[in-house]
Antibody, heavy 125, light 109 residues
Framework: EVQLVESGGDLVQPGRSLRLSCAAS????????MHWVRQAPGRGLEWVSG????????GYADSVKGRFTISRDNAKNSLYLQLNSLRAADTALYYC??????????????????WGQGTMVTVSS | EIVLTQSPATLSLSPGERTTLSCRAS??????LAWYQQKPGQAPRLLIY???NRATGIPARFSGSGSGTDFTLTISSLEPEDFAVYYC???????????FGQGTKLEIK
């Protein structure tokens, strides 16, 4: 079965750190770019970060640049997101998503054809 | 940053009706637009990519069209399970970043 399972979400105080993980199965993980997308309670979708199949390039939304770091371990079929200097505005359900292409930053079309169920991050004192 | 504007915000229709959802980009995105469906408590599901290509397993009643700045998602005959929120999404080439529209909620009349 094709599956993405996120973990690591928690209630944390502002300024603290958290590491999210996403375990992939049922597809060839190292052939696809991967992304993190978040959704604040009752709000729409916001792309957070993406990474190429080989970790050769990665990118971030302006709202998280300099605070969040995306990484992957193809040997473990896993995607990660390190969240530092957390703010209340980072409170959201964080989804891991699989790209239909190899590269998050190539020209041409891209789309997210598989999503996990999400892991909740709550930033509050 | 490319902004995607979806309209209408809410649409109230009955099963069996045909509907068209709109997504307008603040600048050209060529055909690099995708559509997603999200039901309450569920992750989004990819419907359409590259403006008009149905994703695997998506019923033929869903179709996408458009290029440049104006795109539409058409559902030819609404089924009860189609009532959900729909998002469009684009990827800009440089800097590479992705944006979503604010969503259109399709509700049962």
């Amino acid at each position: 079965e094709v599956q993405l399972v996120e973990s690591g979400g928690d209630l944390v105080q502002p300024g603290r750190s958290l590491r999210l993980s996403c375990a992939a199965s049922g597809f060839t993980f190292d052939e696809h770019a991967m992304h993190w997308v978040r959704q604040a309670p009752g709000r729409g979708l916001e792309w957070v970060s993406g990474i190429n199949w080989n970790s050769g390039s990665r990118g971030y939304a302006d709202s998280v640049k300099g605070r969040f770091t995306i990484s992957r371990d193809n040997a473990k079929n896993s995607l990660y997101l390190q969240l530092n200097s957390l703010r209340a505005a980072d409170t959201a359900l964080y989804y891991c998503a699989k790209d239909i292409t190899h590269y998050y930053d190539s020209s041409g079309y891209s789309a997210f054809d598989m999503w996990g169920q999400g892991t909740m991050v709550t930033v509050s004192s | 940053e490319i902004v995607l504007t979806q309209s209408p915000a809410t649409l109230s229709l009955s099963p069996g009706e045909r509907t068209t959802l709109s997504c307008r980009a603040s600048q050209s995105v060529s055909s690099y637009l995708a559509w997603y469906q999200q039901k309450p408590g569920q992750a989004p599901r990819l419907l359409i990519y590259d403006a008009s290509n149905r994703a695997t397993g998506i019923p033929a009643r869903f179709s996408g069209s458009g290029s440049g700045t104006d795109f539409t998602l058409t559902i030819s005959s609404l089924e009860p399970e189609d009532f959900a929120v729909y998002y469009c999404q684009q990827r800009s080439n440089w800097p590479p970043e992705y944006t979503f529209g604010q969503g259109t909620k399709l509700e049962i009349k």
